[in-house]
């Protein structure tokens, strides 16, 4: 391939598949809008009970402050 062409190939890759692949996620979030913003909005259950965590939560009362 001569140079200008593989410069041109090089400014494509760089910058229009970029662009394109940017397009087609942003559609895809957009077609999905109402999906995504349920779920933002809805409640999530927990992985996992305050059990697996609690003990590493600083608490006052258990701490030796001045």
């Given at each position: 391939m001569p140079?200008?062409?593989q410069k041109r190939a090089n400014l494509a890759f760089s910058g229009d598949i970029p662009a394109v692949v940017q397009r087609i996620s942003c559609d895809l979030f957009l077609a999905?809008?109402?999906t995504h913003e349920a779920r933002i909005h809805g409640d999530i259950a927990a992985d996992f009970d305050e059990s697996a965590y609690a003990q590493s939560i600083w608490q006052r009362d258990r701490a030796d402050v001045a």
């Open positions: 140079q200008q062409q999905d809008l109402d």
